[in-house]
Nanobody, 121 residues
Framework: QVQLVESGGGLVQAGGSLRLSCAGS????????MGWFRQAPGKEREFVAA????????YYADSVKGRFTISRDNAKNTQYLQMNNLKPEDTAVYYC??????????????WGQGTQVTVSS
């Protein structure tokens, strides 16, 4: 069973940067897609980015493309989300996730506990 633990959230001014980490345990991520989702108050959880663990292929929501970068460290079984040029609308709780095929809220095999990212204007 995959278990995910996130870290790295916080408060930052608009234009600043943060890096989120998601460490996995219980098994390796080979064969998985690993994702990041976010949920703002009063809104549904939405897709942010994903990476195919086997070959490092990456996928992004249009709203973060060019500003966020997802990456992985095989040796540490950890994925990262580097967030640059942050905007107030990026404020949300960010969750990492594990999927076997399509990266959707409904297909997650595991979720991290969530980490708050707050961007002040």
């Amino acid at each position: 069973q995959v278990q995910l633990v996130e870290s790295g959230g916080g408060l930052v001014q608009a234009g600043g940067s943060l890096r989120l980490s998601c460490a996995g345990s219980g098994r390796t991520f080979s064969g998985y897609f690993m994702g990041w989702f976010r949920q703002a108050p009063g809104k549904e959880r939405e897709f942010v980015a994903a990476i195919r663990w086997s070959d490092g292929s990456t996928y992004y929501a249009d709203s973060v493309k060019g500003r966020f970068t997802i990456s992985r460290d095989n040796a540490k079984n950890t994925q990262y989300l580097q967030m640059n040029n942050l905007k107030p609308e990026d404020t949300a709780v960010y969750y990492c996730s594990a999927h076997l095929d399509s990266v959707l809220v409904t297909t997650a095999k595991a979720w991290g506990q969530g980490t708050q990212v707050t961007v002040s204007s």
